[in-house]
């Protein structure tokens, strides 16, 4: 079985755990999307903001490299933390489009929930999250990073909706 795990900054621990869990043997894949909004913006603010100025100066350019050093650094925790050797993959770019056409060939998809922790419901999945989950060519395995809510949290049906 090949399985894609989807490491992001909140929630990779539950993801890495429900992988090792669930998928022990074949292939395993760590992927973690770089966002490239924030460096996009500090370029921009240099180049608009700031004037021309010397490229060497560009604070962009910075925070694309601690992007980058910070994906390679949570990678690495994140194959310590599977306890077996994975193949690593960092991309960049919107991380919901990069996520859904890295796992076109796998056989599952393990990512979390990473809205609303304190409900059960839609509203516990946050944007990028749920495009994936919508849009995903292969079965997903959509973890809590926490305990699960109770049922509790579940809302009480529309007044309008009929009661058999």
Same mark, same amino acid.
């Given at each position: 079985?090949?399985?894609?795990? #989807?490491?992001?900054?909140?929630?990779?621990?539950?993801?890495?755990?429900?992988?090792?869990?669930? =998928?022990?043997?074949?292939?395993?894949?760590?992927?973690?999307?770089?966002?490239?909004?924030?460096?996009? =913006?500090? +370029?921009?603010?240099?180049?608009?903001?700031?004037?021309?100025?010397?490229?060497?100066?560009?604070?962009?350019?910075?925070?694309?490299?601690?992007?980058?050093?910070?994906?390679?650094?949570?990678?690495?925790?994140?194959?310590?933390?599977?306890?077996?050797?994975?193949?690593?993959?960092?991309?960049?770019?919107?991380?919901?489009?990069?996520?859904?056409?890295?796992?076109?060939?796998?056989?599952?998809?393990?990512?979390?929930?990473?809205?609303?922790?304190?409900?059960?419901?839609?509203?516990?999945?946050?944007?990028?999250?749920?495009?994936?989950?919508? +849009?995903?060519?292969?079965?997903?395995?959509?973890? #809590?990073?926490?305990?699960?809510?109770?049922?509790?949290?579940?809302?009480?049906?529309?007044? +309008?909706?009929?009661?058999?």
């Amino acid at each position: 079985m090949s399985v894609i795990v #989807w490491i992001t900054e909140s929630t990779w621990p539950a993801c890495v755990d429900a992988a090792r869990e669930r =998928a022990a043997d074949g292939d395993c894949v760590l992927l973690h999307v770089t966002d490239d909004a924030v460096p996009e =913006a500090a +370029h921009g603010a240099f180049a608009g903001l700031l004037g021309r100025g010397r490229a060497e100066r560009d604070p962009g350019n910075r925070l694309e490299g601690l992007s980058w050093a910070a994906a390679d650094d949570l990678l690495a925790e994140a194959e310590r933390r599977l306890g077996r050797p994975a193949r690593r993959l960092a991309l960049h770019g919107r991380p919901e489009q990069q996520v859904v056409r890295a796992v076109a060939g796998p056989d599952l998809l393990v990512c979390a929930r990473d809205g609303d922790r304190t409900r059960l419901g839609p509203r516990s999945l946050g944007p990028a999250t749920r495009f994936v989950v919508d +849009h995903a060519p292969c079965p997903v395995l959509l973890v #809590w990073p926490d305990a699960a809510p109770g049922l509790d949290s579940l809302p009480p049906p529309p007044p +309008h909706h009929p009661r058999p």
